[in-house]
C-alpha cells in the first residue's frame, strides 16, 4: 500500500510545473492593465472589456463578449500571431492567394449619369468646435508660444496605426510578392463624390477659387494590368476616375492620376506590404497636377533625399504567406527653401512640426507617418523663401495626401492641408475667405471615394448631410 502511494506521489510530480506554469499564465492574463488594446500586427482596435448591463447579463451577450475580449487581448497575442504566419509561410507558396471575401461588382456606367439632388445642403455653414473653442469671426487662431516639440518627439500615430473601415473591410489579394486591395465600385458614393466637388466649387466660384480633383489611385489598378481585374472582382479605376470626373463641372480640373502613374510602372509606386503609395508616385501625380493647372512642377533632383528604414505596413498581418511579401522601406523628400509647419489642434492651439520627420529609429510599422506630422486636423505649410505674394493653396486629403502635400511648397507661399474626416476649426468658406486662398485641391485616395465613411466625412465638409 506504502508503495502504492509512492508511485502516484512520483507521477504527479512530473506534471507540477505544467499545472503551474498554467496557473501563472492564468493570472497574468486576468490582469486588465496587462492586456493589449491595439494589434500592430494587424493594425485594428482589440476588442473593448464589455460594459455590464442587466440587458446584456440576461441575453447572454455579456458573457459572450467578455469571451471575445478575453480571446482578442491575450497577453503576447501578438506574438503567437507571427509565429502561427512563419509556420504558415513554409507550406508552401502559389503564385495568388485571397484573403477575406472579394467585393461585390457593380457595374460601371459607360455614360456617365447627371449629379443628382442625393444630398441636403446645409445653409448655414457648420462649425464643429464648441462656441468658447472657436475664434469670434471664424478664423483660425493666431499662432501661440506652445513650445516646439523636441527632435525626438514622434507624432501621435493612434489614428494611422489603425485602418479606416474601408479598408480594414476588404479582401487582400497576395500577387508577386505584393500585397493588394481590390477596388469596389458604389455608384452612389461616386455621384456623393461628384456633388461634393460641384457643390464647393459653386460656393468657390463667385471667389475665384480654382478647384481641382486629384484622387491618388491605389495599387490595384496601376500594378496589376486592367484585363485580370474582373477575376478578382475589382472595378477598374481608370473608368471610375473617368465616371467621376466627366460628371463635374466644365469649370472644375481634373486630373488623370491613374494615367500618369502608368508610365512608371516598374518603379516603386506602391508598398509591397502597405496600402499607400510611395512618395515618388505622389510626386507623379503632383506633376501631373501642376502641368493640369499651368504651374510648373518643381524637379524631384531639388529636395533632399532621407530614407527611412524598412517599413512593415497595414497589409503585412492579413495576407496568406507574409514572409513572401517583397521587403519595403520609406523614401521620404524635404523640400528645399526655408519650409516650417504650423500644427493646429482641435483645442484651438498651435504648435510647430515637421514637413518631414526623421524616423529611422522608430517602429518599423511607423515609418509612414513621417509625411506632414501624420494625420493633423489642419496643418499649414509655410515657404519663407517664396514672396508673401506667392498665393495659398488648400488641400483636402487623408492619409494619401501626407507625402502629396509637401511637394507643393514649391508653388505657394502658403499651403493648408485639411484631412476631411476630422477638421472642424471652422467652415471651409471662412477659410478661404480670411487666408487668401487661390486654389483648391479634393485629394481623397480613390478607395475612399467609393466609401460611405469617406464621402459622408467629405460632403460634410462641403455642406451636405448624404442620406
Known amino acids: 500500500m506504502k508503495q502504492n502511494n509512492s508511485t502516484e506521489k512520483e507521477s504527479v510530480k512530473p506534471v507540477l510545473p505544467f499545472f503551474l506554469v498554467l496557473a501563472l499564465i492564468s493570472l497574468i492574463s486576468a490582469i486588465i492593465p496587462l492586456r493589449p488594446t491595439v494589434s500592430y500586427e494587424e493594425k485594428r482596435e482589440l476588442a473593448k472589456f464589455p ?84 475664434t469670434s469671426d471664424g478664423t483660425l487662431p493666431e499662432k501661440t508660444e506652445e513650445p516646439a516639440p523636441s527632435d525626438d518627439a ?91 470626373h466627366e460628371s463635374m463641372d466644365s469649370g472644375i480640373i481634373t486630373v488623370d492620376t491613374q494615367g500618369a502613374l502608368m508610365p512608371h510602372r516598374e518603379e516603386y509606386l506602391f508598398f509591397h506590404s502597405d496600402h499607400h503609395w510611395t512618395a515618388l508616385a505622389a510626386y507623379y501625380c503632383y506633376q501631373a497636377t501642376c502641368e493640369a493647372m499651368g504651374l510648373s512642377p518643381a524637379d524631384l533632383d531639388d529636395f533632399e533625399v532621407l530614407d527611412q528604414g524598412p517599413f512593415k505596413g497595414t497589409l503585412a498581418g492579413r495576407v496568406t504567406y507574409p514572409r513572401k511579401l517583397t521587403p519595403d522601406n520609406v523614401i521620404s523628400y524635404i523640400p528645399p527653401g526655408e519650409v516650417t509647419l504650423t500644427v493646429y489642434g482641435a483645442n484651438g492651439s498651435t504648435r510647430e512640426g515637421k514637413v518631414i520627420r526623421d524616423m529611422r529609429n522608430d517602429k518599423i510599422g511607423s515609418k509612414y507617418l513621417c509625411f506632414l506630422e501624420s494625420d493633423q486636423p489642419l496643418v499649414c505649410m509655410t515657404n519663407h523663401s517664396l514672396p508673401e505674394d506667392a498665393g495659398n493653396l ?29 477638421f472642424g476649426q471652422t467652415s471651409l468658406k471662412n477659410l478661404l ?35
Not at 168 to 192: E, I, K, M, R
Not at 401 to 408: A, E, I, L, R, S
Open 154 to 244: 514622434q507624432p501621435d500615430g493612434t489614428d494611422d496605426v489603425l485602418l479606416d473601415a474601408t479598408f480594414s473591410s476588404t479582401s487582400v489579394v497576395q500577387f508577386n510578392g505584393s500585397a493588394y486591395q481590390p477596388l469596389g465600385f458604389s455608384q452612389q458614393h461616386s455621384d456623393w463624390y461628384i456633388k461634393s466637388v460641384n457643390t464647393f466649387a459653386a460656393m468657390a466660384e463667385p471667389m475665384g477659387v480654382q478647384v481641382v480633383s486629384a484622387p491618388p489611385p491605389i495599387a490595384i489598378g496601376t500594378m496589376i494590368d486592367a484585363k485580370y481585374l474582373p477575376k478578382l472582382r475589382s472595378a477598374d479605376p481608370v473608368k471610375t476616375l473617368s465616371y467621376m
Open 51 to 134: 460594459e455590464f448591463s442587466l440587458e446584456a447579463l440576461v441575453s447572454g451577450s455579456y458573457f459572450k463578449e467578455m469571451d471575445l475580449w478575453f480571446s482578442d487581448t491575450f497577453p503576447g497575442r501578438e506574438q503567437w500571431l507571427q509565429l502561427s504566419q512563419a509556420l504558415s509561410s513554409l507550406h508552401g507558396y502559389g503564385d495568388l492567394a485571397i484573403e477575406g471575401q472579394l467585393p461585390d461588382m457593380e457595374e460601371i456606367p459607360e455614360i456617365p449619369a447627371p449629379t443628382k439632388p442625393t444630398a441636403t445642403v446645409v445653409i448655414e455653414e457648420k462649425t464643429v468646435l464648441p462656441e468658447e473653442e472657436r
Open 394 to 422: 488648400l488641400v483636402l486629403k487623408d492619409s494619401f495626401g501626407n507625402c502629396f502635400v509637401p511637394f507643393f511648397s514649391q508653388n505657394y507661399r502658403n499651403v493648408y492641408a485639411i484631412d476631411y474626416r476630422k
Open 433 to 467: 475667405e480670411s487666408h487668401d486662398i487661390q486654389d483648391v485641391i479634393f485629394a481623397p485616395n480613390l478607395m475612399s471615394t467609393q466609401s460611405d465613411a469617406g464621402m459622408r466625412a467629405l460632403g460634410s465638409q462641403c455642406g451636405l448631410h448624404f442620406k
